[in-house]
């Protein structure tokens, strides 16, 4: 097992990475007030673990209050959130129950936020069961839920006491959910180490084949990065932005085809070829190197342009509700170069634009 | 004008006391991160006072978009938060425009809650408009709904930017407000300043005839004190729940007898008397300090026992929900003498039982 710290003064907490994690329970009790935690899971991922987690912090002597919610982005909305709040009350949970978050991203950004909210917050432990949950949701403290105008619109900032990164989880995930994890371990790599991305090119078939070593590495690696950004920056008023890159058209694609059809992953990684492509038109990354990182995100797998079915004029319009949108302006996370990301807060539409249109939508 | 700082580090804040303040909203401007703000009311402030409001932002140069919500303690809930949730995104407010509460706690808490989470965190400015509001709600960051199983459940702490206490508007407030509002000015005295207290008793009818100088000094004290304990203990773990006296048995009061039929200050009230009689039994308080404390209670026109409609069995029952039950056990606020409370963490149920069949329920 390695531990990756999280700095953030009275707020910092560990990342634990390592296989058979979820029988350390005891890793999860050392950080609780109480010896109780509410576990809010899925009706995919409870049938695989919530058992063995419950039996593992039953020998840490630590009671569960399991909410099972249905799965899917779907359903991160206020009608689930609503039923965590009320199990939670039902069972009488008080401030110093912990809530647990096993799943993927959006039961840790939905339990996060009942953590944040419920009786004005309550502590919060993550275990991730997607490599795209373990690389990058559970680093930062960012909870929230989706509004039918918006995704994440409705949100908060709250840490989790401590995050347990399980590798064996990994081996039941779906092939398409693998792949949408490893957008957002490319993501980290090519916003600051290029060092990891040739690394992720020499190793692409190895974390494609879950070969334990590398998906360890690259997990160790992809918080690493995330978690040192973060640190400078927990409230993203500057360079936490550089994580958002490939997001705002990202995030644009998801709302515009409608919660679910994409994944996260897959949104976020058409999204960084898009953001990179207009980097490279605005006289930042070279061509070949643009070309690089959109081979490496076909190679995962991962789609590489946005779905024709939204037209520029809509695309354009769905961007500019994203919450990344300041007083008009686009701002945007383009690529000076792999390995180097910078803040561009004024991004002309126009230019936007040219670059959707040449896409061929 | 006075000013009372709230020192919290990072965010701490100024509360402006004085009359005349709706139309000084350079106050506000120079705390705003862009010349925008969505200003939350309901339809009863709002006829009054929403226009001079903006009238005066536009003088500032601020734009507004209004959101006006109904009226009443029983709309403090997840779907009145919702309505604001969607005007926020409908008129495509972001992270830099400033959500500014003008009405009574309710509009306080509940577009506080909306600053805190939309977008995980705007700016948010309150102008209160009820006494309970200046001298209570308007400090310590506290935000929040109700859920139908407890008052205030879900929330969260966000601190406003700044805080105008404008006198005028309380020449509008219905009289039993204004008594309801007293109640929160009492417990300020009796948890911290007997001398306060002793001015209470001395210039209790100069309050309910509302003598603009009385209160004044009533708003700028309480706020002090508040202030004071907010910033020991901001987030509610040690000295902040002496605020709190009166509130868990008020708290049962409301929720027995359903949000909106007696008003949070006369549900404290009430509490405030149950929890001296309590303290006076267990050694507390002498029996003639409890005598002036009911007095006092009485003079502002304000209950001071329990609805007989709650039964003692129902009224333990809605106690230990709750939320400053910690792990079972009673946790209550009670008083050493006037002017100085202390926190009981393992008050037994029993002496509560005894306590509240003396009052013959």
């Not at 769905?318 to 991004?347: C, Q």
Request: hydrophobic share 45%; proline share 5%; glycine share 10%.
């Amino acid at each position: 097992m390695q531990t990756v710290r999280v700095a953030l003064a009275d707020r910092s907490y560990g990342i634990h990475i390592g296989a058979g994690l979820l029988a350390r329970s005891e890793l999860i009790a050392a950080v609780l007030p109480q010896p109780r935690v509410a576990v809010v899971s899925n009706t995919t991922v409870a049938p695989l673990y919530l058992d063995a987690l419950s039996a593992s912090l039953a020998r840490s002597g630590v009671g569960v209050v399991p909410i099972v919610l249905p799965d899917g982005e779907q359903h991160k909305n206020r009608q689930t959130l609503n039923l965590v709040y009320d199990a939670l009350l039902a069972n009488r949970c008080d401030r110093g129950t912990a809530v647990v978050a096993l799943g993927g991203g959006v039961i840790g950004d939905l339990a996060g936020f009942a953590a944040a909210t419920y009786q004005r917050g309550v502590p919060f432990v993550q275990v991730p069961t997607t490599l795209l949950a373990q690389v990058d949701s559970s680093v930062g403290g960012k909870t929230g839920i989706n509004h039918p105008l918006g995704k994440n619109m409705i949100g908060a900032f709250h840490q989790p006491s401590v995050v347990l990164a399980d590798m064996d989880v990994l081996r039941s995930l779906p092939e398409r959910e693998l792949r949408a994890g490893l957008a957002e371990v490319i993501k980290h790599a090519a916003i600051r180490d290029a060092a990891y991305f040739d690394w992720l090119e020499a190793n692409m078939e190895a974390l494609l084949a879950r070969e334990p070593d590398a998906l360890a590495y690259a997990v160790r690696r992809s918080v690493e990065i995330k978690a040192e950004v973060v640190a400078l920056d927990e409230r993203e008023t500057g360079p936490r932005a550089l994580l958002n890159f490939g997001h705002t058209f990202g995030h644009a694609i998801e709302t515009g085809l409608g919660y679910g059809e994409w994944l996260h992953g897959e949104a976020v990684a058409a999204g960084m070829v898009m953001a990179a492509d207009l980097s490279r038109r605005l006289g930042g990354i070279d061509s070949p190197a643009f070309e690089r990182l959109r081979v490496l995100v076909a190679r995962a797998g991962l789609p590489v342009t946005a779905p024709p079915a939204i037209d520029t004029d809509r695309f354009l319009g769905l961007m500019s509700v994203d919450k990344k949108a300041r007083a008009g302006r686009l701002r945007l996370i383009l690529l000076a170069r792999l390995g180097a990301a910078y803040i561009s807060d004024d991004t002309a539409p126009d230019a936007v634009r040219t670059m959707l249109t040449a896409l061929g939508r």
